[in-house]
């Protein structure tokens, strides 16, 4: 696994405009903007943003845990394309690259 702050992560409002994405040792991890400038309503679109990273260790950790438990049981060519689209998720969240197998 990654070495990034472990989960969970939680979403706080510090002001109006911003999501503050917390971890259990790290707070303010990210800064996701969910009202624009001079705006008086949040944008669907900012709150996606934050509850997506907010979900991001716990969906990398089930990615995962998938992978692991699944690859000696997926052999057919779309079971393995499913696996290696996995493993490529995983090598981006922890900053390798795909080709380094």
Known sequence: MTEHTPGPWVITRDNNCYEFIDGQEWTDLARVVVRMEGSDHDEAEGLANARLIAAA????????????????????????????????????AEGKDTNDD
Request: glycine share 0%; charged share 15%.
């Open 57 to 92: 260790p716990d969906l990398l950790e089930v990615l995962y845990n998938m992978v692991v438990l699944a690859s000696p049981f997926f052999t057919d060519p779309t079971q393995r394309l499913l696996i290696n689209l996995a493993r490529a998720a995983i090598a981006k």
